[in-house]
């Protein structure tokens, strides 16, 4: 009988449950095998992409471990339609967004570590109010519509200088930001690549 503790069988921890969406980030990103961009969630500077959504927890509980048995890394997101299953692509990297339709209005914040640039939308006739749904969160965003994309609601700052740092430190991040202004101080709102307009508040 071998002692305690030399057993080879692997034990892989239970596969990660991310129910809050402040514990990873929306994204799309490339693989080398494939031409086209894939759907994603980074996590912790990781990225993973869509297996599978389920109804069920168990389900997806079982299929996570599955993976995880096979040497693969999964971890599962809440949604409104279920459980969706994301798997760790190792050699994975972000696909940006292009920034060649930024407006003449566009400000650089003159970081160290090169221009990133915020899109600084001056007039009101620039930009939308409504409301987005996105597929990892049941309730509405407020958001603005921008030239057919949606931008979801980030933070109110007081001044222009702090919107710039606040969106420079997203962009680093992977993320397209607009600034707006308000009676209250400069907005930044972040894109959000998967939203669908939410009809029933226009």
Known sequence: MPPEGSSQTTVNPPPRILESRTQYQPCHIRVPDLDARVAAIRVNGKFYSLLKLVKE???????????????????????????????LEREAYLDLPAQTDLAPTAQTTGNREGPATAKVLESRNQYRPCHIRVPDLEHRLSAIAVEGQYYSFFKVVKDRAQALEVAARLSRRGDQTVITSSVKGDVVWVLELDAELDFRHL
């Open 57 to 87: 927890r168990q389900q997806a509980l079982e299929i996570a471990t599955r993976l995880a048995n096979k040497g693969e890394e999964a971890v599962i997101t809440a949604t409104i339609k279920g459980d969706a299953i994301w798997v």
